[in-house]
């Protein structure tokens, strides 16, 4: 954040300090109002505006024109009030204190006004022109736009049994529409670019803002009110853009050098390949959707774009630590240069200015600006009490200059985390120095804290969760931002001038940026790792009532270092979560249990016991997250196979959660590699992680200790190759089906998601199958299933593994009724959870977790 230079002013540890008064807030509620304001009037039509404006001014014009009569009523002015009181009569302290109130809430009523008008008329300019009239009616044009954001790419969703595909998306401004009759307009309107991923994907990924298009497609309205566009533009075809102008000269520049830092990473281990760009000029294309996860559950995604951190590192190696600037031994190179305080102002004006042009100015990048503007402040003061109300001018002067800010939660996190680090962190960090806490343990340690305490209930309102490893994450991946952004950003200066020597240093930044890289994914993999919390402004107000009230609390406690351990300790262990105790506390998972089925949302994902911590493991679920929680609760480190039933994305998406953190020995799948996509998905996978892939053979047995099983399905046709000709009806049809014997002789039938057709078929071809203990339902207990197999198996549990509020109906109520009817026990996970299977025969006990 840009405070953190700031923060070092507070308890420099050498020499005197300068004493200052309290702080100086009277811009904050200026700044507050203006930031309200714009927030509540991007989101309202423009008569709501213009009436809120009104009223604001009206307000301000009566408490300024009352202000102004009481002053007229004392013609002496402050000569009489000293008259008076040289004579022992009352100071008019009461009549003065009530015309500077006046005064502040006019300025308040002032800024309110500006900020709703600012957004108003940025609200309006998405109404006005063609382009809003074509999105209402979704109607197609020709349009030049002028490129204003790096392109990314769409996270990888899971819609169903199949992939959302991946899209290309950017945000432009139309300067030119042709309707569909001919007719054409000249405008300046904001849209929102969506293009199909295909054969022009890397073309695409590859513009640079400021580049002109022309593009055909069909217009639509946001889907949200309060977008900061007109209209989302659905581009035909995925070929390449056609490109009408180049981008500018800096734009340009910042490219060459983005794409120099890339080159000089190219060599590095993955994760650092993929983080050190984001860590020096907010370049997160190579960042992937499983290293974006550790960063959220860690709440390190400030590391992952551009932040006034990024700026403060860059800063220090001109000015040294703020603390000084205003003695003869300040540090930074500076001094050394012969730069007076004012030069060295200006200097680190321009550094900023050209850090703003390379890492593109987008709100992001301004924040960090303005955050560094803030902490050069310091330089030329040396003083605490000019930094709080500078914070305050640049997020008022931001709101007013992009209202969008006003409501993005990006925007509100900057701004109250460099508010922390100036307010309480200092506070903080007295206190701990006070309980002998060494200096700079104390300043990391609190500053850590109170940015987590007015952080953590603004991301509980949009995450709805609260991070139980953020402050030691934080405070271990710090040790590592200094040294990887600074030969991140030699490196990148050195791209365009010597590439192996931006290699080199490249290779020196790669090691703490993949030690960063590692303190998330190692938080994050840790049981307790998150909280879930209630989101929305109500969970958000009741967190930070909580935190209040744990901190006033904390004052006022005896023995508060024994009390502190006490807590920690106690910090520790919901966040380890050892399996004694965690069995102990929740009863999951039970002694002995054979088979588990894990809440992995509308997917599936089964595990079976093999011994000790290992576990043969079928379907990865939809998501990576839930099945790596289930196992870990599960304690299963190694997998000697896993089974992938089909390619279906709700039954594969999650592999790189089975495989996180553990010892995976082979990978088995059905012959029928369709979809095509997920298929290429999972080989792509496993040959990453260096693991092998085999074919499931029709007949095959395997044993792994007390377990063994029989391939039933997929089973050749007569006369043909198995799955040549349309022997199946699709991808469920093709499922891996497995007959399995497990410790103690359960048996377990688990069949994919075998359809009718193909279920009829394995009767044919296994006429002898008998009745078994526990069925796996197929397909998530959907209307589609074979009577007679459910009669001729007869099982005493059955399991479904379907999403809560799913929009297929699953299971289905006749599906239920079958299987009741046969005299099963049926349980279901989106009602139960995760569930559990311990004994077998007459001993057979299904344990649910419960949601």
Request: glycine share 12%.
């Amino acid at each position: 954040m840009g405070g953190e230079i700031a923060t070092e002013m507070e308890t420099e540890a050498r020499g005197p300090v300068r004493r200052e008064g309290p702080t100086d807030l009277r811009l904050v509620p200026l700044a507050a109002a203006a930031w309200a304001a714009a927030a509540c009037a991007v989101g309202v039509t423009g008569w709501w505006t213009a009436t809120g404006v009104a009223a604001c001014l009206a307000g301000a014009a009566v408490l300024l024109a009352r202000g102004a009569v009481r002053r007229r009523g004392d013609p002496e002015g402050s000569r009489g009030a000293a008259r008076r009181r040289r004579h022992g009569a009352a100071p008019p302290g009461v009549a003065a204190g009530r015309r500077l109130r006046a005064t502040a809430w006019a300025g308040v009523l002032l800024c309110a006004a500006a900020g709703a008008a600012s957004a108003g008329l940025h609200a309006a300019d998405l109404r006005r022109g063609p382009v809003p009239v074509l999105a209402e009616e979704y109607a197609r044009a020709r349009l030049e736009v002028a490129v204003t954001s790096d392109p990314r790419l769409t996270r990888p969703k899971v819609r169903g049994n199949a992939m959302a595909p991946v899209s290309v998306v950017l945000d432009g401004e139309v300067t030119r529409v042709e309707r569909s009759d001919g007719s054409v307009h000249r405008t300046r309107a904001p849209v929102l670019l969506i293009v199909p991923s295909g054969e022009g994907r890397a073309e695409w990924l590859r513009l640079l803002p400021s580049t002109r298009l022309r593009v055909g497609g069909r217009l639509a309205p946001p889907s949200r009110p309060g977008e900061p566009f007109a209209a989302v533009l659905k581009v035909d075809g995925s070929g390449p853009p056609r490109i009408v102008g180049r981008p500018n000269a800096p734009q340009r520049t910042a490219g060459e050098l983005r794409e120099g830092l890339r080159r000089a990473t190219e060599g590095l281990d993955p994760d650092a390949r993929a983080l050190l760009p984001g860590l020096v000029v907010g370049d997160t294309s190579r960042i992937g959707p499983e290293l974006r996860d550790a960063f959220e559950a860690t709440d390190l995604t400030h590391l992952l774009a551009v932040s006034g951190s990024n700026l403060t590192i860059v800063l220090l190696l001109l000015i040294g630590r703020p603390g000084r600037a205003h003695r003869a031994e300040r540090g930074g190179l500076a001094p050394r240069l012969g730069l007076s305080l004012r030069a060295t102002a200006v200097a680190g004006g321009g550094l900023t200015l050209v850090f703003v042009i390379v890492c593109r100015p987008d709100p992001s990048v301004l924040r960090a600006a303005a955050c560094g503007f803030v902490a050069l402040l310091a330089i030329g003061t040396g003083r605490r009490r000019s930094l709080v109300p500078a914070l305050a001018a640049a997020a008022l002067v931001l709101v007013l200059y992009d209202p969008w800010l006003a409501r993005s939660y990006g925007f509100l996190l900057s701004v109250l985390a460099t508010g922390a680090l100036l307010t309480i962190a200092p506070r903080w960090s007295d206190a701990l120095r006070r309980r002998r806490v060494p200096g700079r343990l104390a300043e990391a340690l609190a500053a850590a804290l109170a940015a987590q305490a007015v952080c953590a209930p603004v991301v509980a309102v949009f995450a709805a969760r609260v991070s139980l490893v953020a402050i030691p994450a934080n405070l271990f991946a710090e040790l590592a931002v200094a040294p990887a952004t600074v030969c991140g950003f030699a490196a990148l200066a050195l791209a365009a001038l010597w590439m192996p020597a931006a290699e080199g240093l490249a290779w020196v930044a790669g090691w703490p940026a993949g030690w960063i890289a590692w303190v998330a994914r190692t938080g994050s993999a840790l049981p307790g790792a998150e909280l879930a919390w209630p989101g929305g402004w109500w969970g958000g107000l009741a967190l930070a009532l909580l935190t209040v009230t744990v901190v006033l609390g904390v004052r006022g406690l005896p023995y508060r270092g024994a009390v502190g351990a006490l807590a920690a300790g106690l910090l520790l262990l919901a966040v380890v979560r050892p399996a004694p105790l965690t069995r102990w506390a929740t009863g999951w998972p039970p002694p002995d249990w054979v088979f588990a089925m894990c809440q992995v949302g509308q997917g599936d994902a089964t595990v079976l016991a093999a011994g000790g911590d290992s576990a043969v493991v079928v379907d990865a679920g939809p998501d990576p997250v839930p099945v790596d929680r289930c196992l870990r609760e599960l304690g299963v480190r190694r997998v000697p196979l896993l089974v992938l039933t089909h390619f279906h994305a709700d039954h594969v998406a999650g592999l790189p959660g089975v495989l996180r953190g553990r010892s995976v020995g082979a990978i088995q799948t059905t012959g029928l590699e369709e979809p095509p996509g997920q298929a290429a998905f999972v080989r792509r996978t496993a040959a990453a992680a260096r693991v092998p892939m085999v074919r499931a053979e029709p007949g095959e047995t395997r044993r792994i200790g007390t377990l063994e099983w029989r391939v039933l399905w997929p089973w050749p046709r007569a006369g043909r190759a198995p799955y040549a000709g349309g022997s199946f009806e699709g991808p469920n049809d093709a499922s891996v089906t497995l007959l399995v014997r497990a410790a103690g002789g359960l048996s377990l039938l688990l069949l994919g998601d075998l359809e009718p057709p193909a279920q009829r078929a394995l009767l044919r071809v296994h006429p002898g199958l008998a009745p078994v203990d526990v069925l796996k339902v197929a397909h998530h207990g959907s209307a589609h299933q074979d009577p007679a197999l459910i009669r001729a198996v007869r099982p005493r549990l059955a399991l479904v593994s379907a999403g809560r509020d799913n929009l297929y109906g699953h299971p289905s109520p006749r599906t239920l009724e079958a299987l009741r009817g046969g005299g099963a026990r049926v349980l279901r996970t989106d009602r139960d959870g995760a569930i559990a299977v311990v004994g077998a025969g007459r001993g057979l006990v299904a344990v649910p977790k419960g949601e």
